[in-house]
């Protein structure tokens, strides 16, 4: 049995693979933005133990930790409408992943946290610095350059979890390929294409991401 490998298809619907793959970034860059600033507000509370936000973001990280991503899609476009909640699928999409990423990157970032010595921060104290000053450039900086590379990993596995969202009609990359392959039936060709798309964004947000870090994080432009 022989296999005729077709290219039209993925030549026809170009434009629809692109706007897939935008969404897909798109619904990564925001989620990622909140998602990592929910998980430096969860860190340091955790790793301070601040009285209201600790039991808080503690129950938060271990529901989000211990269940799985398409469920707490599901649980937010199907379950919050019975609450009188209703969002469209890529609002649900959208807040699936950046509360799943902020749990994430609230241990990421709290172990980050938790590495810089004591002893630089009542440096800082002596030096009369504000408490702002002090967490910006003596405790939060520092903490982002010893767990960057495990919270760029956790952005693309996030980016890559995205795919789950086509579950609820969310118009990213997965959902694009599904639609391209029901009107032409030519699914190897749909999701072989489809497989080195997405490789092909994962290599390049981790090189943005290197690119960020470097220019913000570590101080070097290069």
């Not at 706007?19 to 860059?29: I, N, P, Q, R």
């Not at 209201?52 to 529901?63: G, N, S």
């Amino acid at each position: 049995m022989s296999y005729q490998f077709s290219i039209e298809p993925i030549i026809s619907n170009w434009g629809m693979f692109v706007e897939g793959g935008l969404m897909t970034l798109l619904l990564t860059a925001l989620g990622s933005v909140v998602g990592i600033g929910a998980g430096i507000l969860g860190a340091v509370s955790r790793a301070w133990k601040l009285k209201i936000l600790h039991p808080v973001y503690t129950v938060y990280v271990e529901c989000v930790r211990n269940t799985p991503f398409l469920v707490q899609l599901y649980f937010i476009f199907f379950g919050l409408p019975a609450l009188g909640v209703r969002l469209s699928g890529w609002e649900a999409s959208f807040l699936a992943m950046a509360l799943n990423l902020g749990a994430y990157s609230t241990e990421i970032i709290r172990a980050g946290v938790q590495s810089i010595p004591r002893g630089q921060m009542e440096a800082a104290e002596s030096l009369a610095l504000s408490r702002w000053q002090t967490f910006r450039f003596v405790v939060l900086r520092p903490a982002l350059k010893n767990v960057w590379p495990a919270l760029c990993s956790q952005i693309i596995i996030v980016m890559l979890g995205s795919s789950v969202c086509s579950q609820v009609a969310a118009q990213e990359l997965t959902y694009t390929a599904n639609l391209i392959q029901s009107r032409t039936f030519r699914a190897f060709e749909i999701y072989a294409f489809s497989t080195f798309l997405y490789l092909l964004l994962a290599i390049m947000v981790r090189k943005f991401l290197y690119v960020l870090g470097n220019r913000f994080i570590f101080g070097r432009t290069a």
